[in-house]
T-cell receptor, first 114, second 113 residues
């Protein structure tokens, strides 16, 4: 069965320090992987996607993620946090096995301290 | 600009009442989805549709119904059978290709009066 685990439900960082949001997936097939951000009372906005090209993926707003097949991980990073990064982040998997379903992690709430 | 429009932004339901949430997209996407979001639970799939006049139940379809009469529209009805409807509802769409991300609307927040 396919699944996504976001290892931290809450992460707090100081403004200007690095951000690391962790995601592990389980999939019997090579998946497509995505990171989304959600601000309060808004929909999800795509940050970046991995679709079997380069393993280091750059996204919007300075975020990037590295696909590590051996570790089944797809962690999201940013070198320097801004106050505007405070939001909820979702890791999403779409297994390439013919299913039309996207599998969502339970989210990580990022808090940025001044 | 292309996108997904959900309406209304806030909706209140009385006991025993059915309510319908609207979702319209002008992205020319084949696939459309409805999700329910509760705090701390991520997104749960209610229904999805890959093509006009066809749709499938997701993981929590009980108490909900949908239709897909037009490519750009995928309304969700929350029926009186749904005993705990209070949640944030998100509509999404994507092209019918496996490596494509979903695009999301801004959601509808449904509460019980």
């Amino acid at each position: 069965a396919q699944s996504v685990t976001q290892l931290d439900s809450h992460v707090s960082v100081s403004e200007g320090t690095p951000v690391l949001l962790r995601c592990n997936y389980s999939s019997s097939y090579s998946p497509s992987l995505f990171w989304y951000v959600q601000h309060p009372n808004k929909g999800l906005q795509l940050l970046l996607k991995y679709t079997s090209a380069a393993t280091l993926v750059k996204g919007i707003n300075g975020f990037e993620a590295e696909f590590k097949k051996s570790e089944t991980s797809f962690h999201l990073t940013k070198p320097s946090a801004h106050m505007s990064d405070a939001a909820e982040y979702f890791c999403v998997v779409r297994p390439l096995n013919g299913t039309y379903k996207y599998i969502f992690g339970t989210g990580t709430r990022l808090k940025v301290l001044a | 600009d292309g996108g997904i429009t959900q309406s209304p932004k806030y909706l209140f339901r009385k006991e025993g009442q059915n309510v319908t949430l609207s979702c319209e997209q002008n992205l020319n996407h084949d696939a459309m989805y409805w999700y329910r979001q509760d705090p701390g639970q991520g997104l749960r799939l209610i229904y999805y549709s890959q093509i006009v006049n066809d749709f499938q139940k997701g993981d929590i379809a009980e108490g909900y119904s949908v239709s897909r009469e037009k490519k750009e529209s995928f309304p969700l009805t929350v029926t009186s059978a749904q005993k705990n409807p209070t949640a944030f509802y998100l509509c999404a769409s994507n092209p019918d290709r496996f490596n494509q991300p979903q695009h999301f609307g801004d959601g509808t927040r449904l509460s019980i009066l």
